[in-house]
């Protein structure tokens, strides 16, 4: 692996080979968003215990402090919106001397395995993979499943997640689900838990990530979970503790219980 590249990934991955990422891209086809009308502020509180922000660059540059010493994941697809029926339809939307310019310690694409734009977007992954390959650029790549939630199968999952390792990237964000060890088995790479919709059993996403891990995730891509929480510290400082502490769901429960009810 040429420096470069294993210098940019161990900005976000660790050295204890996990991850913790806070996503803050959904304005890229929701629009304003409840909670993230502002994502620099909204993630300032939490950025001491996370390792690394998943963003796009209309709002890392109107919003983040360029001081700021946690890495950047740079979203650099889209081309929908949740106004279409169909959202399956993305592209890369950012120019690789951008990504270099904005010094983004990786970047993320979105890729619809299933839908009628998967060549495209497989395509869009492959080319992505060949440009950042050229500066040392790490690629996280996203399993998106669009509007359609039955998707989130092992078997969907598994297929979708070994397609794109296959096209070169050096991570793999996915869906929790039954029988996950078959996704994590089945993939040359490392994979990374998505978040999905706000649930509002806390000790439940707690759980999920805690069994992702078991099941062979290096980490987590989490956002509304964290930023749409009543204590985002408490739950932020509890999946750290999950995460890189092999604290147990129950454990990073008391630390963000102790947390909440301190404030």
Not at 34 to 41: D, V
Not at 72 to 101: F, K, P, Q, W, Y
Request: hydrophobic share 40%; glycine share 10%.
């Amino acid at each position: 692996m040429d420096w470069g590249l294993e210098n940019r990934l161990s900005k976000t991955i660790k050295p204890d080979g996990k991850c913790f990422y806070l996503a803050l891209d959904h304005g890229y086809f929701h629009g304003p968003t409840a909670g993230l009308e502002n994502p620099g502020l909204t993630a300032a509180p939490v950025l001491d215990y996370v390792d690394a922000v998943f963003v796009p660059r209309g709002s890392l540059r109107a919003t983040f402090d360029p001081k700021m010493e946690t890495p950047v994941i740079l979203r650099v697809s889209g081309g929908n919106s949740l106004d279409r029926e169909d959202i399956t339809d993305e592209e890369v939307t950012v120019a690789i001397r951008d990504v270099i310019r904005l010094n983004a310690a990786a970047v993320g694409i979105s890729v619809y395995v299933g839908s009628e734009n998967e060549h495209k977007t497989i395509m869009a992954l492959s080319k992505l993979v060949d440009d950042c390959l050229d500066y040392g650029i790490p690629v996280m790549a996203v399993t998106a499943v669009g509007r359609e939630e039955e998707k989130k199968t092992a078997k969907y999952l598994g297929l979708a997640c070994r397609i794109l390792a296959e096209q070169g990237a050096h991570v793999v964000k996915t869906y929790y689900c039954d029988d996950f060890e078959k996704v994590t088995r089945g993939c040359p790479v490392p994979v990374v838990i998505a978040g999905g919709p706000r649930t509002e059993n806390d000790l439940e996403v707690l759980e999920f990530v805690y069994n992702g891990m078991q099941a062979g995730a290096i980490g987590v891509n989490l956002g509304r979970n964290i930023w749409k929480n009543d204590s985002p510290i408490g739950m932020a400082r509890a999946l750290q503790a999950v995460i890189h502490e092999n604290a147990t769901p129950k454990e990073g429960y008391e630390i963000y219980n102790t947390i909440k009810n301190a404030k």
